[in-house]
């Protein structure tokens, strides 16, 4: 069923770093100025962490990252909110989507807040808005600004709607690019009030 009930808040501190000069669908491409590469992100996400509001029990978002698929259950929106192990700059996400109505229309990203629910995710600010163009076969990606998107701790995807207006969503991978800044453990910050 659909839930509200909120994981630990935890506010994040965000900064600058080197940034990528192009994105990959490939998983890796050109360095950015650390030297870092762009690769899959996968092996960094905190999965034990990994939260979705409004998922059916029987398509998890997790499985989503392994390829699986996830699916809404209540209704069509969705929040899924990706912790990582270590902070990082994103670059691109990429998804499969099935194309019969039931992918993701209106996407809404949100960096580094944990304890987002359906009852206060319309008052946090929005990072970056996107429209989900699939592309044939299903194909989906969505290039980041990377002036905003460094040091990232926690990405909130929220999944407003559908296309096709019906009450399921459905994606069928979530690939989520970039590159780790080592030495910056989410697990070092700190909680702090506010």
């Known amino acids: ?39 899959n992100l996968f092996e960094h996400i905190d999965m034990d962490r990994l939260e979705c509001l409004n998922e059916d029990p029987a398509h998890p978002a997790r499985a989503a990252f392994h390829g699986s698929g996830c699916r809404s259950d209540a209704d069509e929106q969705l929040i899924i909110t990706v912790p990582f192990k270590v902070n990082c700059n994103l670059r691109s996400i990429e998804m499969s989507v099935p194309m019969d109505g039931t992918s993701p229309k209106t996407l809404k990203l949100i960096i580094n807040r944990l304890g987002i629910n359906f009852d206060d995710v319309e008052s946090y600010p929005v990072t970056e808005k996107f429209t989900v163009r699939p592309e044939a076969g299903g194909k989906v990606t969505i290039m980041l600004n990377h002036l905003i998107f460094q040091n990232v701790a926690a990405l909130t995807l929220f999944v407003e709607d559908n296309i096709g207006g019906g009450d399921v969503t459905h994606i069928n991978n979530i690939r989520i690019n970039g590159s780790p800044l080592t030495g910056l453990a989410v697990q070092n910050w700190k909680p702090c009030g506010g």
């Open 1 to 39: 069923l659909r839930s509200s009930t909120p994981i630990s808040r935890r506010m994040m501190q965000s900064g600058c770093s080197g940034c990528p000069s192009q994105g990959c669908s490939q998983g890796a491409c050109a360095p950015n100025g650390n030297g870092a590469e762009i690769s």
